[in-house]
């Protein structure tokens, strides 16, 4: 367009105004795109072909008439990059159930924090619109009893699972969901050192450990023993096996905290004791109250600064990735964790399982037909050896080789006997909350054993009263 | 088609609307309406919204809730820890307030000085203190747990090692937890204090200094009698910004400390925050996010007549 082609300005567009108009459009078509963008994601966000029986996020064919919903965890997925082979392992399951399933399909939605996806199942759940199924803690698999459906038709040989699993998972004579992998806390010793120092067997009680880890802490110019102390889960969850092979009990079935029944203050207090002998002896040192990673605890033994420590069964994995040679991982041991007397024992059990939320028959049998494959011997075992995980079943420890043969794998196999996972009820979020604040004041000095359990115990029933 | 030859009746169409939009364009609503409805939708609602939620029993993971009226503010003032954590954050903050208004002034008058000079170090420290001002408060708090690990591979203690010192219980220790938290948060917001009074010493007419300079006074009496009473308004409002930052700071503490060791470094943000969503009460937790605005606004007002007094306004 050229000046000289101009005719009367009243027919003409200011400059503003094309300016204006052309901005308008601007906007429109951006706005349009958006909208196709969102078209495009919406219609088709496999993330690959449509034909594909295992995509991105989708199971099954993309026309499947029944479709269910999957929440889970980006780590728990066919498609994560830390863990290639436990990625084939899910791969693999969700071909199985795809194959089984012409008619079905499974919409992956995944999550991206453990503790907001909690959250968000439970805001969810409680308004009636949980998905098909979801990766759920076994932890908090008592919180969703009221929206579990059943999945007792895929578990077979009930015998066959650790007592601790079918005492969370039984309820009313159904199971609530299949706890698919498990974990353990263990005590982790330098075999080297327990040699020179104790004819080579690891401490049973507190009171050959506080031996042993005095004359190592004297000789050795190493800390004898460490534990989470921090403000965080751990320091509660691992040491509850303390308080619970004493025959201790957080809440009754009720779900109301009786710490202050006197067996269970008892057992509280012998523990936070221990806490406090610990430190005092200079076995452990008072840094362990800023300790809020496991990796800390690794690091330590690693750099030859603890000769025991209490650490996570998954932890002899990752020692053995991060030093140099076989013979150096090899040097730490695993057993029992020590208890007040030597014929008492627990330790802490986790891990996850496969919940199903949908009613519709049609889909809670598509649902609970996944989470039946990680309940079968093989699949269990298959699938816990990939990720580093310990089964829930006895028979996957005794018949899969990975397991039978390693000398760890049968010390953990022992010492789920003695399993127990912790309550799953909300006041024990409490509980949790101020045993760390109780450890942390017993570990610095800011209060006497007595007087944190006393403070931890009224302020865990106020809580529960209030 | 060419926008001049578009029909007449479109073309006045569109003239029409255009006139409508200027004529709306020079009424002063049009301009105050996108930020009255920014702080509408962003500020006011939410603030209502956590005022209303304090006087319920609302839980995070229960669909239903009932109004129980005082019952939170009872619950969160009747909690001993709540005291405890009180002092802690009264503590924090003062030290904190203290010390980046201090450090901040200091550094701006350095930065000056360094400008007047014009010497190229000014620009490198400007560099150097903002960067740890933008960096997020929880990468902060992690940054700091690295330095200060407890053993001779934490970067701190190693140096004092190095130097025939003993490791220090940087995080463990409840007193130095809490000289370290706040150390770590005078390192972060010094860098506000010194733009914001930077930007104050800036405004302050250099005849003012040159006649100080002529009557005798040193430079400590110029930065007393000159500098202070010219940047006094900069300074108050330096003082409320980071009050209220330091108050609300739960991020930094939450990686470095967790609030730990016990309650030692547990401030009232970061027991707001558990409050709601790690123990999920969040009646108490707005209980507590409405006490701490009263303690904002009631600092603030403090200030204000403060400074109101000394300025004579």
Known sequence: ???????????????????????????????????????????DATGGSSRSLVTEDRVGASDAPTVLTHWLLPEASHTQDENPQLAKVYEKFFRAWAKNHSNAAIELEYQTNLEQMKTKLLQ??????????????????????????????????????????????????????????????????????????????????????????????????????????????????????MFWAQGGDLVNDRGKPVLDEKGNKEALLNVFEFFERTIETGVTPQRVANITDYGLLRQAALNGETAMFLGGN????????????????????????PQMKPSIAATGTGGWTVGVFAKDEKKRKAATDYAGLFAKKENMGEFCKAGGYLPTRKSVFEEVAYFSEDPYMQEFKRLLENGRARPGVPIYLTISSEWQTAAGKVITGQATPKRAVETMIRNVNAEYGG | MSVERLPESVHDTINTVLGSFDRFQNTPIAWIAPAA??????????????????????????????????????????SPSFWTMSKVTLLFVCASVVLQLTFGMVLALAIDHGVKEKLYVSVSTRVAVLSAWVIPGIVIGILWKIMLIETNYGVVNYILLQLGFDVVAFLSDPQMALLSTITANTWRGTAFSMI???????????????????DGAGALQRFR????????????????????????????IMSLTGGGPGHATEVLALFMYLEGFDRFHLGQAAAVAVLMLLVNVLMTVIYMHFFIEEEGM
């Open chain 2, 37 to 78: 409805l920014f702080l509408l939708v962003f500020r006011l609602y939410p603030l209502v919204e956590a005022i209303r939620m304090s006087f319920t029993n609302m839980s995070l993971v229960e669909p239903g809730y009932r109004y129980v009226g005082l019952q939170s503010y009872l619950d969160v003032l009747s």
């Open chain 1, 124 to 241: 969810v759940a409680a308004k009636g619109n949980a998905p098909s199924m979801s990766q759920v803690d076994s932890f908090w698999v008592p919180s969703f009893t009221r929206h579990l459906q059943p999945v007792t038709d895929v578990i077979e040989d009930t015998d066959d699972w650790y007592p601790f699993v079918t005492d969370v998972m039984v309820k009313d004579g159904e199971w609530q969901a299949v706890w698919k992998n498990t974990d353990c806390r263990a005590l982790y010793y330098r075999q080297d050192l327990i040699d020179t120092y104790n004819d080579g067997t690891p401490p049973k009680t507190w009171d050959e450990l506080i031996q042993v880890g005095t004359d190592i802490t004297k000789n050795e110019d190493m800390a004898g023993y460490m534990y989470n102390g921090g403000k965080w889960e751990a320091t509660t969850f691992d040491n509850l096996a």
């Open chain 2, 225 to 252: 009698y000159v500098t202070l009473p010219q940047i006094k308004p900069v300074v108050f409002i330096t003082l409320v910004l980071i009050t209220i930052y330091t108050l609300n700071t739960f991020d930094m």
């Open chain 2, 196 to 214: 914001m009074l930077y930007a104050g010493l800036k405004q302050v007419p250099m005849h003012l200094y040159d006649a100080a300079k002529v």
């Open chain 1, 1 to 43: 367009m050229t000046t000289g082609d101009r005719g009367d300005p009243n027919d003409r567009l200011t400059r503003r105004t094309a300016l204006r108009l052309g901005s308008a459009a601007g906007a429109s078509a951006l706005l349009g795109g958006l909208a196709g963008c969102t078209r495009t994601l919406g219609g």
């Open chain 1, 314 to 337: 998954w932890q002899i994995a990752t020692m053995k990735q991060n030093v140099d040679s076989e013979k150096e991982w090899r040097k730490w041991k695993v057993a029992k964790i």
